[in-house]
């Protein structure tokens, strides 16, 4: 009776032991919860009229969220907990940040119809990250469908709404009232429909950088970089309307591929 009887006690003491894991192993959950931190703080800034640090903390929760599973592939330190953890987060930082952040700023003032934007654009987003994690696990997709998003992915979801913000701080003169509040509620909604649309959007994963123009591509990086830190506003509100633009570029380009690859097209996956 002594190894079952010591068992017991193991269960009965704190339940069962957990094996020693390698800080590798860590570091891609620690930069998850960072994230959530920052889009939990955004909010709490919003909550405080503090809105461009609020708007900087939700872009820096993006941020955070978009390199934890790139580290943890380069650190070979993936994990069904930190999937599990990278989900969760995905929520915080891309569905509910983005929506109070801008409910506080602006679509409050629309009344009920602001709070049904801010809700249709938070559980779109969930809805969208649910849908990205059922077709990753699709095994019978075709390779270069896998090149395509199949909506708007959440990331740039969070970063397109928050546009009434970015306009805001330029001091164009746009106040926030009751007009610019109906304006912005609709732009939430079209938006959410954007998240949970089979609009097909090129991803560039596959995209090869050739030898000799590396250095230029580093540049182009860096500079864009810079007008982010040094112009924010301008330069956010140019890659939003950039995003815009793209997307029926992309519809055009996955539709030519599909009649190269002698498949046809559902209209339901071009609009």
């Avoid at 106040?175 to 909604?189: D, H, K, L, N, S």
């Avoid at 498949?263 to 339901?268: A, H, L, R």
Wanted: overall charge positive.
């Amino acid at each position: 009776m002594g190894a079952p009887f010591k068992k017991f006690e193991a269960h009965a003491s704190g339940g069962p032991r957990i094996r020693e894991i390698p800080m590798r192993m860590v570091l891609p959950n620690l930069v998850t919860v960072l994230a959530i931190c920052a889009g939990l703080s955004g909010i709490r800034f919003a909550f405080e009229n503090r809105f461009e640090i609020a708007v900087v903390m939700v872009l820096l929760a993006a941020f955070l969220d978009g390199i934890d599973g790139r580290l943890a592939r380069m650190l070979k330190a993936t994990s069904k907990f930190g999937a599990q953890m990278d989900s969760l987060a995905d929520i915080v930082n891309f569905g509910v940040a983005p929506a109070l952040v801008l409910y506080a700023f602006l679509l409050d003032r629309a009344g009920s119809p602001g709070w049904i934007a801010a809700l249709l654009f938070t559980i779109a987003c969930g809805m969208r990250l649910a849908r990205f994690n059922v077709l990753a696990d699709d095994a019978e997709q075709p390779a270069w469908q896998t090149e395509y998003f199949v909506g708007v992915p959440a990331p740039a979801g969070a970063v397109l709404v928050m546009l009434p913000l970015y306009l805001y701080f330029l001091r164009l003169g746009l106040e926030p009232g009751r007009p610019a509040a109906f304006v912005a509620t609709g732009f939430t909604v079209l938006v959410a429909f954007l998240l949970v649309s089979r609009l097909p959007v090129y991803s560039g994963k596959s995209v090869k950088v050739p030898g000799d123009r590396v250095l230029p591509v580093i540049l182009g990086v860096v500079l864009y970089i810079l007008l982010l830190m040094t112009y924010p506003w301008y330069t956010l509100t140019a890659s939003v309307a950039g995003y815009l633009l793209f997307l029926p570029l992309s519809v055009r380009a996955y539709s030519k591929r599909a009649m190269r690859e002698g498949e046809k097209v559902p209209p339901s996956d071009i609009g």
